[in-house]
């Protein structure tokens, strides 16, 4: 069974820090990866996703690498806003091989983010 | 309004009452997925459909849930006989399914359940 864990659970920095959120799974044999944002009582922004060929992608502050064959992923933030204070959640779909289903995703369990002023 | 519209936003209900959540996904996508996120945890995979076919159920998703999505368009979530640990977010999330298999899931803004 798949597993993700994020660490840390929570994380406060002041503002305009680069910072790095770290990501981990047990099952290499993945399709895709994602990263999630979540603010309080919402749902979820998909932030960036990375195809399981892909080693990294970016989009603006942020980039998000992957090494599937340790199982690791990271989300780097450049010059953290306050803006970007949220529960930043990263997930995994399963390749179809292993898991029986590429449909359903695999959630960490978050790393809270405050970034302050 | 092109997102997944979820509804109500928040429900509380007493324990033993039934309670029922309506997910409307992008117009065009033909995967729509139910998640449970409680409080510090990420989601948890609920049931998962494609069109009108529910392909899969989480071993979560007891015998007091179920799942409808009759015409393919909305789907609904209904609990009955709800307990205190039902209490949580109920995500929907739907996604447009390609031949490559990338699967880019959108997510509504959640239905919150509070159970007394």
């Known amino acids: 069974k798949q597993e993700v864990t994020q660490i840390p659970a929570a994380l406060s920095v002041p503002e305009g820090e680069n910072l790095v959120l770290n990501c981990s799974f047990t099952d290499s044999a993945i399709y895709n990866l994602q990263w999630f944002r979540q603010d309080p009582g919402k749902g979820l922004t998909s932030l960036l996703l990375i195809q399981s060929s892909q080693r990294e992608q970016t989009s603006g502050r942020l980039n998000a690498s992957l090494d599937k064959s340790s199982g690791r992923s990271t989300l780097y933030i450049a010059a953290s806003q306050p803006g970007d204070s949220a529960t930043y959640l990263c997930a995994v779909t399963a390749a179809l091989a292993s898991s029986g289903s590429a449909r359903q995703l695999t959630f960490g369990s978050g790393t809270q983010l405050t970034v302050l002023p | 309004d092109t997102g997944v519209s979820q509804d109500p936003r928040h429900k509380i209900t007493k324990r033993g009452q039934n309670v029922t959540f309506r997910c409307d996904p992008i117009s065009e996508h033909n995967r729509l997925y139910w998640y449970r996120q409680t409080l510090g945890q990420g989601p948890e995979f609920l049931t998962y459909?494609?069109?009108?076919?529910?392909?899969?159920k989480s071993r979560l998703l007891s015998d007091r849930f179920s799942a409808e999505r009759p015409k393919g368009s909305f789907s609904t979530l209904e609990i009955q006989r709800t307990e205190q640990g039902d209490s949580a977010m109920y995500l929907c999330?739907?996604?447009?399914?390609?031949?490559?298999?990338?699967?880019?899931?959108?997510f509504g803004a959640g239905s919150r359940l509070t159970v007394l």
């Open positions: 459909f494609q069109n009108e076919a529910q392909l899969e």
């Open positions: 999330a739907s996604s447009l399914s390609y031949r490559s298999g990338a699967n880019v899931l959108t």
